[in-house]
């Protein structure tokens, strides 16, 4: 016989609790986070390359994912700093807009500008 429900919450497991904060900050990296990851297979790519200069295949193919790395990597940061540039943007034309848009604030600029203005000449 099945019971209705009494208001009583099913327990979350440690794991599902670490998943949950695991997504929840994953949200909040930038992707440069990402990106310094990322070099860490750079840099082993690149020992490797000093290691195999007698395999001319093996040279090849770790020259070759290097610069895939790379150039994904430069890639990558090229689009984050679009981003915050964007982000810079928009954040400082909302600043502007709700500045001018608040009651009064276009009238006292004009009267300090006047006054002062006036006190100059």
Known sequence: ???????????????????????RS???RPMSF??????????????????VKDDLK??????????LFFFVLIFRA???????????FRKSERLFT???AEDGFAEKLGKSVARREKEGS
């Open 98 to 100: 709700e500045t001018f």
């Open 58 to 67: 093996q040279f090849a193919l770790f020259l070759s994912l290097f610069f």
């Open 1 to 23: 016989m099945d019971r209705p429900d009494d208001g009583i919450r099913q327990v979350k497991s440690f794991r599902e609790h670490v998943w949950k904060a695991l997504g």
């Open 34 to 51: 990402y990106l310094l990851l990322a070099m860490v297979p750079m840099l082993l790519l690149g020992v490797q390359i000093f290691h």
């Open 78 to 88: 090229i689009l984050d700093a679009f981003d915050i540039a964007r982000d810079h």
């Open 26 to 28: 994953a949200k909040d």
